[in-house]
């Protein structure tokens, strides 16, 4: 069973840092793009950042987040990270992560990561 372990989220100031991180046990990490996913209270949860598996060079964020938050990957790690700066109010929630580019793979999400940004 593929397990998800999302981290490095807290509460921070509106323009602070918040760097996240997703541990997996996906024994082929490094076959599989992966990505970081948000909910917001009373939201449906949003795809907001994706990786594709290392070599291919290609990420995707959403509009909202571009030129704020970068994604990466260490694959000899089988994790993922998530840097957010600039941070808004706008980009509190909980944070998740799962594999696929488009849409989650994983059934089964992780428990994600509170990320609070107080104005």
């Known amino acids: 069973q593929v397990q998800l372990v999302e981290s490095g989220g807290g509460l921070v100031q509106a323009g602070g840092s918040l760097r996240l991180s997703c541990v997996t046990s996906?024994?082929?990490?490094?076959?599989?793009?992966m990505a970081w996913y948000r909910q917001a209270p009373g939201k449906q949860r949003e795809l907001v950042a994706a990786i594709r598996s290392t070599g291919t060079g290609t990420e995707n964020y959403v509009d909202s987040v571009k030129g704020r938050f970068a994604i990466s990957r260490d694959d000899a790690k089988s994790t993922v990270y998530l840097q957010m700066n600039s941070l808004k109010p706008e980009d509190s929630g909980v944070y998740y992560c799962n594999a696929g580019y488009n849409l989650p793979i994983i059934e089964e999400w992780g428990p994600g990561t509170q990320v609070t940004v107080s104005s």
């Open positions: 996906y024994v082929i990490f490094s076959n599989y793009p």
